[in-house]
């Protein structure tokens, strides 16, 4: 019987809930990065890490880049929670562009990576987060309107709101990529 375990981080609940379902989904280990260390998931063969997207980072990704050669052997998966719609491959190559910055040649042929779509309830962002906000949207007001990308919309769209695009059905073909290792 091989063991998986689901590592998350999350700010806001968003990674939460998805790695909530997909640890009941695969019936295994659900840890919270910040309680656990890379030691402990020495048992596990399947490794799933998941993390919310901050200004293109995935928050939580160091016990993966920091342990890597400790994962030799080991099933890895990394999936990303943002609010970037991951249908459109403009945020998709996004993403990846941001992961070519922390993650080497080794790591991104070894790891196998997923997009879900995520959440924003503007009134309970931190301070940081808000200010974060509000610098993105004066730049992107400040950019040429027709040559906005869709992102750049959404971001205009979602700011100051509450907007939900989270789906228990998008977890599907993670859950099936691991019952087929
Ligand atoms: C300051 C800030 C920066 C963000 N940057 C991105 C981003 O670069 N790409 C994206 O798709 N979503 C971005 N988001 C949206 C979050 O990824 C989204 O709210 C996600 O659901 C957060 O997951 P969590 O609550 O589990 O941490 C950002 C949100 C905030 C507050």
């Not at 998805?18 to 919270?32: P, T």
């Not at 998966?77 to 491959?89: E, I, N, Q, R, Y």
């Not at 992107?140 to 205009?156: C, Y």
């Amino acid at each position: 019987m091989k063991m998986i375990a689901v590592v998350y981080q999350s700010k806001y609940g968003a990674t939460r809930k998805y790695a909530e379902w997909i640890a009941e989904e695969l019936s295994c280990d659900l840890f919270e990065g910040k309680d656990i260390k890379a030691d402990n998931l020495e048992p596990y063969d399947t490794i799933i890490l998941g993390g919310g997207l901050y200004a293109g980072g995935v928050n939580g990704i160091k016990i993966l880049t920091k342990n890597f050669s400790k994962f030799s052997g080991k099933n890895l998966v990394l999936f990303t929670c943002g609010l970037a719609d991951p249908s459109d491959p403009v945020n998709t190559d996004n993403i990846k562009k941001s992961l070519n910055k922390v993650l080497t040649e080794e790591m991104q042929d070894k790891i196998k990576l997923f997009h879900l779509r995520g959440a924003m309830d503007y009134s309970k962002l931190s301070p940081v987060h808000r200010a974060m906000m509000s610098f993105a949207c004066k730049i992107i007001e400040k950019k040429d309107q027709s040559s906005l990308t869709d992102e750049d919309k959404g971001m205009l769209a979602s700011y100051g709101k509450n907007v939900d695009f989270i789906d228990k059905e998008t977890i599907l073909p993670l859950i099936n990529y691991i019952r087929d290792l």
